[in-house]
T-cell receptor, first 113, second 113 residues
Framework: NAGVTQTPKFRVLKTGQSMTLLCAQDMNHEYMYWYRQDPGMGLRLIHYSVGEGTTAKGEVPDGYNVSRLKKQNFLLGLESAAPSQTSVYFC????????????FGNGTRLTVT | LAKTTQPISMDSYEGQEVNITCSHNNIATNDYITWYQQFPSQGPRFIIQGYKTKVTNEVASLFIPADRKSSTLSLPRVSLSDTAVYYCLVGDRPPGGYQKVTFGIGTKLQVIP
């Protein structure tokens, strides 16, 4: 049982390049989330999904897009990367919303130069 | 939104009991209190969750007073491997949930030999 798997683990982009981060969960969870973690700022919610085919904006959605075409996958896209998007990105899933715990992946460290 | 306040850092010697207190003065009736642990280069990991009184599992205990305006995570006999950042979260049942929950910067626990 792998839980939540994020790919890639590391990536370096040049300003203006695009990329997609993939999150996959094998727990049949309905809810999935993308967070970014920056020093001194904790984790901030970028986008989330409450089920297959649905997405919604979180606290810091600008510059990112997401898709949830399959229940087990949640993709985070950066269309035109900026240095301000240098961060560690975490994906999480939960069975339902507030009552059940979040399960996190081990993160993707992204550097934009 | 229920805002949480916890100490930024704590030091403890190996073998001691560690208590980390979290304040959440505006906790709502439906809110649960959840604690997560994060090691460097890993995603946060669920430790314990409670609604009121006391909850204990194999890892920790969670004490919640009757007014629920604070909670205390208790780690018995810590070891060096307990050095991590600990987050206190307060979140509500549907239709709220984690999409309205804020991760603060947590409490950085340093266990000293």
């Amino acid at each position: 049982n792998a839980g939540v798997t994020q790919t890639p683990k590391f990536r370096v982009l040049k300003t203006g390049q695009s990329m997609t981060l993939l999150c996959a969960q094998d727990m049949n969870h309905e809810y999935m989330y993308w967070y970014r973690q920056d020093p001194g700022m904790g984790l901030r919610l970028i986008h989330y999904s409450v089920g297959e085919g649905t997405t919604a904006k979180g606290e810091v959605p600008d510059g990112y897009n997401v898709s949830r075409l399959k229940k087990q996958n949640f993709l985070l896209g950066l269309e035109s990367a900026a240095p301000s998007q240098t961060s560690v990105y975490f994906c999480a899933s939960s069975r339902d919303s507030g009552g059940s715990p979040l399960h996190f992946g081990n993160g993707t460290r992204l550097t934009v130069t | 939104l229920a805002k949480t306040t916890q100490p930024i850092s704590m030091d403890s010697y190996e073998g001691q009991e560690v208590n980390i207190t979290c304040s959440h003065n505006n906790i709502a009736t439906n809110d649960y209190i959840t604690w997560y642990q994060q090691f460097p280069s890993q995603g946060p990991r669920f430790i314990i969750q409670g609604y009121k009184t006391k909850v204990t599992n194999e890892v920790a205990s969670l004490f919640i007073p009757a007014d629920r305006k604070s909670s205390t995570l208790s780690l018995p006999r810590v070891s060096l491997s307990d050095t991590a950042v600990y987050y206190c979260l307060v979140g509500d049942r549907p239709p709220g949930g984690y999409q309205k929950v804020t991760f603060g910067i947590g409490t950085k626990l340093q266990v000293i030999p």
